[in-house]
């Protein structure tokens, strides 16, 4: 398991500093959404919990912060029942296994890394089983890595076409993750060209395919990415800290 056991003095240190990063990041929000032209209240925070033991996602929590996301489908489930989701949506935001999507249903509200139309067909199908339904963002391979899982941004349209018939699953918008390597200007370009695409889908009126979210934006970017029209950030260490691993 990846949890660290921490003392109550080392809790109550990790919760002021979330409370004194949140607030930061509050600021830093506001401040990209006015220079953008828009209500800091349209743009959603989603904490990333990878490695963030309950507890601390829990004070998070009563700090107003009404999405967290999850990278993976294990690490959910050892630490759903310990979540306190009374107030708070909870998605998945990880790499996603088709044999895994069974155990997200009637844990997430929304799966952000759909990148296969196999992937998507799955989620359809569980969600019959369950008799649910599911909100999904598309993920897009902006930088076109060949080492990394999103759908290509010239196959995006067809994709989207593709999976839109599938039933009890809905677009609600668009993912991605620039290049690690890139520049500050190399980033800010692939921002601009995911927020032209999610306005160019928009226009489109597909059925079932609705532009609500364009999520992108990390810890080290996502001032940037709310400038170039994210409404949607997921911020993980700079809220809760460096990730600590485990050894088992």
């Given at each position: 398991m990846m949890e660290k056991l921490y003392s109550e003095q080392e809790y109550a240190q990790r919760f002021v500093s979330v409370e004194e990063n949140l607030k930061r990041i509050r600021e830093d929000i506001a401040e990209a959404a006015r220079k953008s032209g828009r209500d800091p209240q349209e743009i959603t925070l989603l904490a990333a919990t990878k490695t963030v033991p309950a507890e601390v996602i829990n004070h998070a929590i009563t700090l107003g912060v009404r999405q967290i996301g999850e990278n993976r489908v294990q690490e959910l489930c050892e630490k759903f029942d310990k979540l306190?989701?009374?107030?708070?949506?909870?998605?998945?935001?990880?790499?996603?296994?088709?044999?895994?999507?069974?155990?997200?249903?009637?844990?997430?509200?929304?799966?952000?890394?759909?990148?296969?139309?196999?992937?998507?067909?799955?989620?359809?199908?569980?969600?019959?089983?369950?008799?649910?339904?599911?909100?999904?963002?598309?993920?897009?391979?902006?930088?076109?890595e060949e080492n990394k899982s999103g759908v290509d941004p010239d196959a995006l349209m067809d994709f989207l076409a593709e999976i839109s018939s599938l039933p009890s699953i809905y677009v609600r918008g668009l993912m991605a993750i620039p290049p690690a390597d890139a520049s500050e200007k190399e980033t800010m370009q692939f921002f601009s060209k995911m927020q032209q695409y999610f306005v160019d889908i928009k226009t489109q009126k597909i059925d079932n395919v609705s532009m609500d979210y364009l999520s992108m934006g990390m810890s080290a970017d996502y001032a940037q990415a709310i400038l170039a029209g994210a409404n949607m950030v997921r911020v993980g260490s700079a809220l809760f800290g460096a990730r600590v691993y485990k050894n088992t």
């Open positions: 306190d989701l009374s107030q708070c949506g909870c998605q998945f935001i990880g790499h996603l296994q088709t044999n895994k999507v069974k155990n997200l249903m009637g844990k997430v509200s929304m799966i952000q890394s759909v990148d296969s139309v196999k992937l998507a067909g799955e989620i359809s199908r569980q969600c019959g089983v369950h008799n649910t339904q599911m909100d999904v963002l598309v993920e897009v391979n902006i930088g076109r």
